[in-house]
């Protein structure tokens, strides 16, 4: 029988100098005893999984709505395919796999319904009264709003992981060390950071190819795309024209993720980093891509804005989405009595604007769209 002392005693014995032991860890905001078998990251990823928010983001938006089809991402699979990928980049750099994978599994824990366009219009509603940003949501959500246990609130997560989700940082993601330590994540939380980006860069190509609003011959004209057909030529001779390009933009994902963990150990060698704290004192990132690679993927990443993000039939279900949050965000702002009563009830310690945020947030896609017509339509049930 192996017990959490025994997975202890094998992470102080095998894990990297600089890898994050779950023996060491800062803790947590408040004291519990530990548990036979688990540690304490493994009882985080679990809390994680069983949490509301974790459920809810099946039905939340990466890209493409969820109602446009089945074949898309969705918030959750995203956060899946993060998890894959950075539990690889951590097994390769002997990295702990449980604080990667528990951290990976929360990172989007803060996201809105309707992806990016639910964020930017909650920063807009509540711009004055604190703002908004999905990771510190996050870190709200999992410290606050998940209430599970009856002896404080939050999910009682440990530092590491809490640490990890405020400073998630990517093209579309702002890293903030409030309430934090400074200096940067561990380097398990930089390694979601890195296959967050690999991830979406790689499965928003192939939705766009689904959708059809991308064709094989756009991507022809990528360098990292050719850099792919070229390092996997031999895997690719046998496959039809469609075939070759799903799986050139399928082995994009190893490309990328075999970089990083190439231009990392070497980044870590050469920063002599040999402590948890090393890594947090260190002048930058330790987890990242190479820089000649990275230019091909910020040409990949200007190709997806313009083509897939900017693409009408993407702006006109954004837009829609905006207003419809827009609207909902009203209704409760001006009449307060149709907010759910337990959410009515923190308004008056909490601000009447962060709770109706708090609530939208919160929504899938399809719930929003529901509440919309609820709302608004007079023949609706509510």
């Known amino acids: 029988m192996i017990t959490r002392p025994d997975v202890e005693a094998r992470e102080r014995r095998e894990l990297a100098p600089f890898a994050a032991r779950s023996a060491e860890s800062r ?6 005893p530990e548990h036979e078998y688990r540690t304490a990251y493994q009882r985080d990823r679990d809390r994680i999984v069983h949490s509301t928010a974790f459920r809810r983001l099946e039905y939340k938006t990466q890209v493409f709505l969820t109602h446009e089809g089945d074949f898309f991402r969705t918030r959750l699979t995203h956060t899946m395919e993060v998890a894959q990928i950075a539990r690889t980049i951590a097994r390769a750099l002997n990295l702990n796999e449980d604080l990667t994978e528990t951290v990976a599994l929360a990172h989007d ?12 219009t909650l920063r807009e509603l509540m711009a004055g009264h604190g703002g908004f940003e999905h990771n510190r949501h996050g870190v709200r959500i999992i410290d606050y709003l998940e209430h599970p246990y009856p002896q404080f609130r939050g999910l009682n997560l440990t530092y590491e992981v809490r640490e990890s989700i405020a400073k998630h940082a990517t093209t579309y993601d702002d890293s903030s060390a409030e309430g934090f330590d400074d200096g940067w994540p561990p380097l398990e939380g930089q390694a979601v950071d890195v296959a967050d980006s690999i991830a979406y860069d790689s499965h928003d190509l192939d939705d766009g190819l689904t959708m059809g609003i991308i064709s094989p011959e756009d991507l022809e004209g990528l360098a990292i795309f050719r850099q792919a057909a070229e390092d996997f030529s031999a895997s690719l001779a046998d496959l039809s024209p469609d075939q070759r390009i799903r799986r050139i933009a399928k082995l ?4 990328m993720a075999s970089d990083a963990i190439e231009t990392s150990e070497e980044a870590i060698r050469e920063a002599g980093v040999a402590s948890v704290d090393d890594v947090r004192a260190a002048p930058g990132r330790l987890i990242r891509i190479s820089g000649n690679l990275g230019a091909k993927i910020a040409e990949l990443e200007a190709f997806l804005m313009q083509r897939v993000y900017r693409h009408y039939r ?28 337990e959410h009515r009830a923190r308004s008056d310690r909490e601000g009447l604007q962060r709770v109706i945020t708090d609530y939208i947030a919160a929504m899938t896609d399809r719930f929003a769209q529901d509440e919309y017509q609820r709302l608004y339509e007079p023949f609706e049930r509510v």
Request: net charge positive; charged share 25%.
């Open 27 to 32: 803790g947590r905001q408040h004291p519990e």
């Open 109 to 120: 824990l803060g996201h809105t319904p309707f992806g990016h366009a639910g964020e930017e």
């Open 252 to 255: 994009l994902i190893q490309l």
């Open 314 to 341: 993407v702006v006109r279900m954004t837009t829609k989405a905006k207003r419809f949050l827009r609207r909902i965000f009203e209704a409760y702002l001006t009449n307060p009595d149709m907010l759910p009563p």
